[in-house]
């Protein structure tokens, strides 16, 4: 990617939603990485803490509400073929109330409940791959 000095990463948030030992996922839409699969985030808006701003994609996008954020990690994601560059701010959290729903239908077309050892294909890279690079531990549930 060339280097572009009027450019800045973005800051992105990606929230692991537990609920009975397993996590939420969806298939994503109508942006970069439309058709593969991850888990609730978006924006960090300016002024929000990056509890309440994960917090509040995760209930935009599926109606959840969570509790106990926690950061598990940090990746640095680029996506040359869409000119696109975040830092990604890597989320746990529990399920608190209301049953998950798509609420953005022109950005989610699935959603399901997996695990480390059954994650739905493809996944969104190359988050994933950064993911599992800076916190290989994570996927040991």
């Known amino acids: 990617m060339k280097h ?6 973005k800051v992105g948030t ?35 803490s990056i509890e309440e701003g994960a917090a509040r994609e995760v209930l935009e996008e599926t109606g959840m509400q969570v509790t106990n954020l926690k950061m598990v990690a940090v990746t640095n994601d680029i996506f040359e073929a869409d000119q696109k560059h975040y830092v990604t701010l890597w989320l746990r959290a529990d399920w608190q109330a209301n049953e998950p729903r798509i609420m953005e239908p022109d950005k989610i077309t699935e959603i399901r ?8 294909v493809p996944l969104f890279e190359p988050c994933w791959s950064n993911l599992r690079k800076t916190n290989p531990g994570l996927f040991k549930d």
């Open 113 to 120: 409940w997996s695990t480390f050892h059954d994650l739905p």
């Open 4 to 9: 572009d000095e009027t450019k800045r990463p």
């Open 14 to 48: 990606a929230v692991f939603v537990w609920r009975d030992g397993k996590f939420f996922t969806y298939k994503r839409a109508g942006s970069h990485g439309s058709g593969t699969w991850s888990v609730p985030g978006g924006h960090l808006e300016f002024g929000e």
